[in-house]
């Protein structure tokens, strides 16, 4: 079994400040961890992927992420937040025994203030 | 290269009434997935197609069906159409369909039953 929670609905930041976008997981077996974004009225486009190589993974717009086993954590961060950088923000986990099936969390709406 | 298409953009139906969405992958992509976006409940699998088999299915009734076909496009059905089926809906392609694989999102059909 595996679920994932995203511990802000909503995450207010002004421009040129740290995003910080929390994620934590569980899965019965080895994760694959994801995070993607949403603008409005577009479909999901990945920010970066955990598959057991390196716990720091850097995506693309400036934005990483670091996964964490002892807390089961996978938060996004950037540090310094872009007008652009506005959108919805999913955290997903994938795993590799069973069936795929990826289990994405409610989301983050990220607002970022001029 | 073309990214994924979905068709229609909209629809608007009324209740009882069946649906059949429209998804064609990007070229080399041999797994199709779809997904239920809502407000209430979040983004939810709904079934993955891989050489024109399901593979894996999500936890919704059999009014939601699909087919994948030779050239990978896949379309989906929703039978008897209910208030609730009102969604975004997703599809998503992948090379292989692997749990560590990066998935390609078209912007989606939203789906009104009124």
């Known amino acids: 079994a595996q679920s994932v929670t995203q511990l802000d609905s909503h995450v207010s930041v002004s421009e040129g400040t740290p995003v910080l976008l929390r994620c934590n997981y569980s899965?019965?077996?080895?994760?694959?961890l994801f995070w993607y974004v949403q603008h409005p009225n577009k479909g999901l486009q990945l920010l970066l992927k955990?598959?057991?190589?390196?716990?720091l993974v850097k995506g693309i717009n400036g934005f990483e992420a670091e996964f964490k086993k002892s807390e089961t954590s996978f938060h996004l961060t950037k540090p310094s937040a872009h007008m652009s950088d506005a959108a919805e923000y999913f955290c997903?986990?994938?795993?590799?025994?069973?069936?795929?099936?990826?289990?994405f969390g409610r989301g983050t709406s990220l607002i970022v203030h001029p | 290269k073309a990214g994924v298409t979905q068709t229609p953009r909209y629809l608007i139906k009324t209740r009882g009434q069946q649906v059949t969405l429209s998804c064609s992958p990007i070229s080399g992509h041999r797994s199709v997935s779809w997904y239920q976006q809502t407000p209430g409940q979040g983004l939810q699998f709904l079934f993955e197609y891989f050489s024109e088999t399901q593979r894996n299915k999500g936890n919704f009734p059999g009014r939601f069906s699909g087919r994948q076909f030779s050239n990978s496009r896949s379309e989906m059905n929703v039978s008897t159409l209910e208030l609730g089926d009102s969604a975004l809906y997703l599809c998503a392609s992948s090379l292989e369909g692997g749990t560590n694989e990066k998935l390609f999102f078209g912007s989606g059909t939203q789906l009104s039953v009124l």
């Open positions: 955990y598959t057991s190589a390196a716990t």
């Open positions: 899965s019965s077996y080895s994760p694959s």
């Open positions: 997903v986990v994938s795993s590799s025994g069973g069936s795929y099936i990826p289990t």
